[in-house]
């Protein structure tokens, strides 16, 4: 089963970027918040490079669609853990309004 979902994410540590094991595909990496949960965010190939160039760090807001999945994995002390994963297709940062201006 595919879920797709789309979300805004503020993001709880700067992102990362690097390439797969095997040096061809750029992949880029970010957790954040939507909402009370906590979600986990890749990007493969050119959306990664477009995010990689947007410098975002951690409090930055982004706007993601994507597949949604299930990710567990176990740590080096043995515990088994879980969480959710966003597979983006579409990722824009949010742009804060542009602050008012007072009139007197």
Known sequence: ??????????????PTYRLAKDGTMPVWSAFGMSGTDALG????????EEL?????????????????????WEDKAGNQHSGMKLIASKAEPVTPPAPKRGGS
Not at 1 to 14: E, F, N, R, S
Not at 41 to 48: E, G, P, Q, S, V
Not at 52 to 71: K, M, P, Q, Y
């Open 1 to 14: 089963m595919t879920i797709i979902a789309a979300c805004v994410i503020t993001l709880k540590k700067p």
């Open 41 to 48: 965010i890749t990007a493969f190939k050119t959306l990664a």
């Open 52 to 72: 990689d160039a947007l410098h975002l760090g951690e409090g930055d807001a982004v706007t993601v669609t994507g597949t949604l999945s299930l990710n567990t």
